[in-house]
Structures are given as C-alpha cells and as structure tokens.
C-alpha cells in the first residue's frame, strides 16, 4: 500500500556524532516517505529526527541499532507534505539516552523492540496489547471485527493514550480482543481499578482542557482506493462525538506512526462526526501546515471498490443482468450493472454500483439470507467472466468474495436446504367487510386489512395528525370477492397446471402476464365499485390519490416483502378509483411476488391484498428511509438514515444518485424535562445537492429522531419484541417543510 506525492525534502547534516555522506547521496524519496542514508556500525544506535524549520522542534521519528556497515537506511514513514529537514544522530551503544524516558535506555528498547519501543513510554504486557506493532498479523491478532458508519465488520484496534498532557505520553495498543472498551483496559491492564469510570470519562473525552488521556481506534479500510490508485488506508479515529484538539491529535497521528510502522504511510486521521468536523474547520491552518494526513468521510466510502452488504455463501448460475430482467430465479446469481428497480428471489447479488444497508436490494437479500456485495466493475473481471452461465459457488466475507465452479446436484441440493419444508398459510381474516380509515384500525386488525395499513393507522395514534397520510383502508374481503366474482381462483388453478409452468422462468412470466391483464380489465362487482366510489368521493374532487398495497405477506417481523408489491396514483382525470384498485390487485401477481411465495411454500390461494389509500405527496423536499435503532453498533441508541432530494427514491436509487447516509446518535437524556441530545456522523452527502449541505437541516434531523424514538417505543411493544428489535420507516418532507412518516415496518438483520 503506498501513496505518492510531489514535494521539496531539504536535509541537514550535523556534525554533533553524526556520521554521513553528501545527504543528496543518501537521501531517496521512496513512495513519498523518505528514505534517509547514514554511515553505522556496530558500536553505535541512531535516531532520525524530522522538523519543518531549522527553526522549530525537532522530532525523533524513528530509531534502529547500528549495523555491520559501512551504509544504512531509515524511513519517515508520513508522507511529507510540505518541506522537511531530517537530521541523523549516532549515539555510542554504552552511553545510551532514554529518549522517551520510561526508565530503560533506548538499547534495551531497541534490543526488546517486539514489545518496547523507544520512542514510546508505555509498557504493555503482551497479554493486554502492545507498544508497537510490527506487522499486519499482529494488528489481526490484536484488532476485532466492528461495523461504525460507513463500513460494516470492519476490523478495528483500539489505542489508549494515557500522560497525554505531559511531555511524556505513553501509547497503549489495545488487545482489543479482550478489552472491547478503553476503560475495561485503563482498569484492568494498567491497575486502574479504583478510578470510577466517571472520572476516566472526564479525563479521556469531550474536554480539551482536562483531558489527561486519548482514546480512539485504527480502522483497516482494506478496500480503499485512493485517487493516485493507492489501495488500502488505516484510519485513526475518535468517539465521533470528542472535539480532540490538533494538539492531541498531531500527537496520536505522530505516536501511531512510528509505533505501527508496517503501516508505512498508509494512516490518515478521520474526523467522523460533525464535533470533529467543526473542530477540525476552527483549526484547519494547524492541520493543512502540519503533517498529519487527513480524509473525509466522503472520500473515504466514496473510494471503495468492494463492500459486503450481507455475508453468506450461496449457490447457483452466474448471470449479468441490467436491472430489467424479470425472469431470474432462486437458482442465479445476478450481477446488476444498476440497482434493479424490483427484484425476484436470486441465489446471490452483486452490484456494479454502490449500494446502501436500506436499499430494496440489500433489504432483500437480509430477508432471504442472500449474499450480496457491491464490486466495481464486477462484470468486467476476467475471473468472474470466465464463470458468467456456469453453475458456482459464491461466497461473501467481509474481507472479499469467492466464486468457483460449482455442478447442478450442488445448486438444487443447496435450494432444497433453505427452503420450508412444509407449506405455509398466511393469516386471513376475511371478516371485516367495510372500508375503514387510517386511526380506527388498531394493530389487532393486521389479518383483515395488511400489516402496512394497520401500522400506519397506529402511526396516526402516536404522531400530530399532519405527521402521516390521512385516508383510508380496503380490506382482504374486497379482493377476495373480486376474486370469487370472476372465477379468477379457478383460472389460477389451471394457469399452475400448464405443462412446463413450474420449470420455465419466461414461460411463468408470461402466463402471469396474461392473469394480470385480465384482474385488470375484469368487472368490479357492483357492491364493492359502490363502496369505492364513495371512498373516491370523501375526498376533494381534484386530490391525486396514492393506492399502496398492503397484504398479507409482507411487512412483518422476519418478512418485510419490500418492492413485491406496486402502488399507483390515481390522477383526477383518470376517471373510476376502482381501475386504480384493480392495479394494485393486480401487483399480487408480480412475477416477483409469485416467485418469493413459491421459495417459501407460500400458499399463493391464501394470499391477500389490502389497499390503503390517501392523498398523494406531491413536489415532496425529500424522501428517506430510516431505521429506530443503531444497526451499526447496538451498545449505543442511535438512527440510521439515508435521504434524497425531490422525489429520487432511496429504496431504488437511479445509476447516477447518491442518497445521503447517517447516523444520528442520541447524546444525553433526560426524560423529565423532555431534553434529548443527539450528534450526526454523515457517511456520505447526497450527489444531487450541488452546494454539498446536507439535505435534511440539524433540526428536522432531530426531530426525525424524537419521532423514531416513539415509533421505538411504541412498536417494540405491539411487537412484544427485545432489545435487537427495530423499525424501517419511510419519510417525506411535503413541500411545504412538514415531516411525513408513511410507513413502518419491522426491520430485518
């Protein structure tokens, strides 16, 4: 991993012990870390120091035994900046300093220099940690999988600086294995056990001026790609929401440097919340003067080429689709050159453009336990094209991906092993028979009119009544008797029995085709167009009506069904509602819809469609998607929430859109007064706003939060669910600046 830059490198030769030759002989800028040339020998140790002025202080970078001569080399392993001067000091092996003054010489340091360093004051027992790190196998061995905003299972070594506000701080690198918290390694590592973790709380964040220790963590971003085509980053990071000054920052980045130097200028400071953003911005002239590398969110996820949105192993044919096939199977493995708009059960997914945890693609794929990654350029990879309509094995890690060849007694062994057993019947309750509105329809009530419209309804009783679509809900009993009206039930038992029907994809798709065109243009008995008609007429004679589908297999807990299903406005000129209510009728006989009952042994007979109606959200500010809990890190309340402008979904975002993404964490509570306090951490900024300000302001932000907080509450307790539990709300902000949240669900993980 390297990264290059053009700079200007001055060297100073001193005289003072030094031994050296003409330093343009000596000097090589390597990959821009600097490679600095001195005569040794045995009898002696050296010690590099870099400064950025004659002037100023200078640094001991790095420090190495003397050889057998007659030439060496050090390195700086910080990619230089701007111009450094670097001086090489010999000093005699019997009459050592101790540079870092921990009490042992920088010979013994040197002599032990797999777990001391010399140029680091602490001593950490191997069991705990380390006080320096020579190689990537011993950052595995000491780093645990973690997801933070932006990269999911990443792996993770936490540091400890503790002295920080002495001339002498000592850098503790965490096993962090056995110490998932700093404080669990302040107590139990370093004999701390009396301090309360208040008083470490004090001393260790959010105060610059108190501070006595630094806690963050190195994050292995190993599917970066820099610009200038470097691959792999580490980034140093911090409790996103600790306004770490620079000062304690250029000391962390300097200290990691020389203390991890496999890294070799690969590390980057990385604020990751909007404190550190600002904080960074009041000091920005320190940090661009200094030598500290540092990257924002939206280069670093904006650069990766591989991320792993749900991990598993899979089997079946390696296809390429253009997000428009609508005859894929359970037993393809698809690469997407974009983000298909509606998608059937596949064995496994890659996509050729990125992907958020929210999209329709990755909700899907979590509901059915299919690998899915996004890989740049997956398509055009000479070992995948090799494999494109052969049988394979596909398997996703955090770490990458695994295709090989694979024999069709694998695929349908494979299928045959995930799918139910037995068949399935859905909850049905046909005996509600009037259509009701959105607020009398209680949670109970989800067998007879859709989980979707029930939860809206409860939507309504826990949020202002401007907050959610006011309108009104069709029941099963409509469709069923529509059904029942047209024999369509007795048509569906012969469409099944066309020879070829169960093994042709095309063949399905076709016939299912056909039945949807018939629900379409069949007769509405006269009850029912009635009673639509006077639903049609409850509202203004020029409202745009939204018809949104709600069954009976989708938007339960384990089950969310997302993109089965098709809404439809209903303009004023188009004349009956009930043409409208055929459409969405229609939907249940998606190819798509068909083929995910059919891999659950759904019984497709007992199957229902519901269909909520209310007033179209028009000219909308922005659309969203979000999640009640923290699925990045469950230990600390928080929301997740991706955000476009206008009316370009999240769900199925086009080639070129990127949604906003973030993370808003809840601070400090305090119930009894009604005080919350949150903090953002942005993954990335939306594409569509060309000024690069978040889309939602800080307080919509925080009020969508308040409003997630309730629906948390409020939901985990219909559901009678744990702590894990979470809802997927979608959102709006109407044209005139209100929050709308129209729909909740039970989130998948």
Known sequence: MSHSLSIAVSLLLLVTGVQAVHPGATATQELSKQAIGYKTSPDNYHILYRSTSLEGAWRPIRMKLGGDGPEDVMRDTVPIKHRAFYRVLSLPLDEPRDTDADGLTDVEELELS????????????????????????????????????????????????????????????????????????????????????????????????????????ILAHDNFTGTDGQVGLYTMEFWPTDPVAFRFVETAYEMLSASLPFIDGTLAYHPAGETQRTVYADEVDRFESSMIRTISTEELFGSKTFEALNPGVSFGRLIVADGVNNSLTARDIVIFRNLPNDLTHVAGILTEVPQTPLSHVNLKAKQNDTP????????????????????????????????????????????????PKESQIPELDLSAEAIKPLGEIDFSQSPQFGAKAAN???????????????????????????????????????MLAIQGFAQDADLREAELAKFRKRLRQAPMPNDLSAEIALLHSSFPTDTALRCRSSTNNEDLPGFNGAGLYDSYTHYPHEGSLEESIKQVWASMWNYRAFEERDFYRISHFHAAMGVIVHPNYQDEICNGVAVTRNIIDPNWIGYYVNVQVGE??????????????????????DPEIGNYEYEVQYVRKSNRRVDGQPILAQDQVFDLAGRMRLIQTHFKRLYNEDNDFGMEIEFKIDQSGQLVIKQARPWID
């Open 114 to 217: 797999k777990t001391q360093h010399p140029l680091n004051a602490a001593i950490v027992a191997e069991s705990h940690g380390a006080a320096i790190i020579t190689s990537r196998e011993q950052y595995e061995r000491l780093a645990r999988r973690d997801s933070v905003p932006g990269a999911s299972n990443i792996r993770e070594m936490k540091f400890l600086i503790t002295d920080i506000d002495t001339n002498s701080p000592k850098l503790h690198l965490i096993d962090t294995t056995r110490h998932q918290f700093h404080v669990y390694f302040y107590w139990f590592a370093l004999g701390n056990r009396h301090v309360s973790i208040s008083t470490f709380n004090s001393q260790t964040y959010f105060t610059n001026t108190n501070r006595k220790n630094l806690a963050g963590s």
């Open 372 to 419: 899915n990654a996004y890989l740049k350029d997956a398509s055009r990879l000479p070992e995948i094209q090799e494999l494109l309509g052969k049988y394979i094995l596909f398997e996703i890690t955090s770490d990458g991906y695994t295709l090989r060849e694979a024999t069709a007694e694998q695929v349908e062994q494979f299928i045959e092993s995930i799918r």
């Open 456 to 494: 809206l309804s409860e939507l309504r009783r826990i949020l202002p009544a401007d907050m959610t679509p006011e309108g009104q809900a069709i029941p099963f009993s409509f469709y069923h008797r529509f059904m029942l009206a047209n024999s369509f039930y007795d048509i569906l038992v012969r």
């Open 648 to 669: 370009d979904l999240v769900t199925n975002p086009t080639e070129d859109a990127i949604p906003e993404e973030f993370l808003v964490s809840l601070l400090l509570a």
